[in-house]
């Protein structure tokens, strides 16, 4: 069973569309992450919910807008994508808020032309 | 001066080889320090953590944390070709909830 699952794995897409990833955690966790990994490898984070509630919400452009329907569901929608969008797009999840250990999606792949 | 540094490598050792990885911080409100393994095209895994200084073993690998030196380093013992992988470090501090990564180093064993 996947514990993060994160679709979809792969989304090439022209600048200017609008696209959505979606995640899903069956760990029974009440927070849930989107971090952005650059193609020099560097991980930051992005977003951050706590039982559907925003929490963290660091200086990213707000064409991207993450839902969380539900503690289970975490959703980034992306407007207007951008060349320098392109990135992969890992999603995570942790016990609580403000905890250290997450476990991290198998990332979605995300090539802007 | 960056809040973390990390040697990108690539590092390439025997298979057997004795391997160490090491980041330096600046920032001494970190209360735990995280190693995690990377393998291509996968989502980094929760290798080990620890929240003090001195070591922490567990199998071939042991953690070691030097905070006065704001340094730690993850060695890995009998490496073998399965460590191949990026290793990113990671510190974490209640007072911004957040994980901040180190840039990965990437580590090749080859048989």
């Known amino acids: 069973d996947t514990a993060v699952s994160q679709t979809p794995k792969y989304l090439v897409t022209q600048m200017g569309n609008d696209k959505s990833i979606k995640c899903e955690q069956n760990l029974g966790h009440d927070t849930m992450y989107w971090y952005k990994q650059d193609s020099k490898k560097f991980l930051k984070i992005m977003f951050s919910?706590?039982?559907?509630?925003?929490?963290i919400n660091e200086t990213v452009p707000n064409r991207f807008s993450p839902k969380s329907p539900d503690k289970a569901h975490l959703n980034l929608h992306i407007n207007s994508l951008e060349l320098g969008d392109s990135a992969v797009y890992f999603c995570?999840?942790?016990?609580?808020?403000?905890?250290?250990?997450?476990?991290f999606g198998p990332g979605t792949r995300l090539l802007v032309l | 001066q960056k809040e973390v540094e990390q040697d990108p490598g690539p590092l390439s050792v025997p298979e057997g080889a004795i391997v160490s990885l090491n980041c330096t911080y600046s920032?001494?409100?970190?209360?735990?320090f995280m190693w995690y393994r990377q393998y291509s095209r996968k989502g980094p895994e929760l290798l080990m953590y620890?929240?003090?200084?001195g070591n922490k073993e567990d199998g071939r690998f042991t953690a070691q944390v030097d905070k006065s030196s704001k340094y730690i380093s993850l060695f890995i013992r009998d490496s073998q070709p399965s460590d191949s992988a990026t290793y990113l470090c990671?510190?974490?501090?209640?007072?911004?909830?957040?994980?901040?990564f180190g840039t990965g180093t990437r580590l090749q064993v080859f048989p």
């Open positions: 920032n001494s409100a970190f209360q735990y």
């Open positions: 620890t929240y003090s200084s």
């Open positions: 990671a510190f974490f501090t209640y007072n911004t909830d957040k994980l901040i």
């Open positions: 995570a999840s942790s016990q609580e808020a403000a905890q250290e250990t997450q476990y």
């Open positions: 919910y706590n039982n559907k509630e925003l929490i």
